[in-house]
């Protein structure tokens, strides 16, 4: 099947699907497919704070090590999950996070990285100097969220990926199963 027939059928299994209202199968699709991103469901996730969610969903459309860009939303996203256990005082799930998540990037910038370490002793993150107009954690989030965006609109994978073709600019006559 060619990749124009491809993407048509997708399209309109989406289509269908946001029609019936099977909005997880129809992110799961997108995901799967990797060849619609739904923007606006990944800000949602974003605002939410639901960064696994989030992490997921954008997993099937770049990978951490595809480009710069990439690495910048992933590291955004995972850092802004750490600060977000720091700030409610998980301090065993800000290791785990340390340790899972975040100890990758050490790699790149490894002062860096010993600088969140050093978040987990200190009582509020924010009197950190680079952390000091952090905020609330609404606030983070949307602020974050501008950056992700920036880096996503810019990263060449995701190229062409941000609109759903409507049923009625499919070409049906085109679709030979």
Known sequence: MSSS???????????????????????????????FFNLEYFEELALKGEWNEAEKYISGFTKLEDNKLSTKI???????KYLETLDKHEYGKAVEILNNDLKVFAQHNN???KEMVLLITVDDFRKHASLSNYGDTRSARASILREIKKAIEENPVFLGKFR???????QMSNLHI
Request: proline share 0%; charged share 30%; net charge negative.
């Open 74 to 80: 992933y590291f955004e996203m995972r850092k802004q």
């Open 111 to 113: 002062e860096w990285y």
């Open 5 to 35: 027939v491809q993407k048509d059928c997708v399209a309109m299994i989406l289509k269908f699907l946001e029609d019936h209202n099977f909005k997880e199968t129809a992110h799961t699709l997108e995901r799967e497919s990797g060849l």
């Open 164 to 170: 759903v073709l409507t049923l009625d600019s499919l």
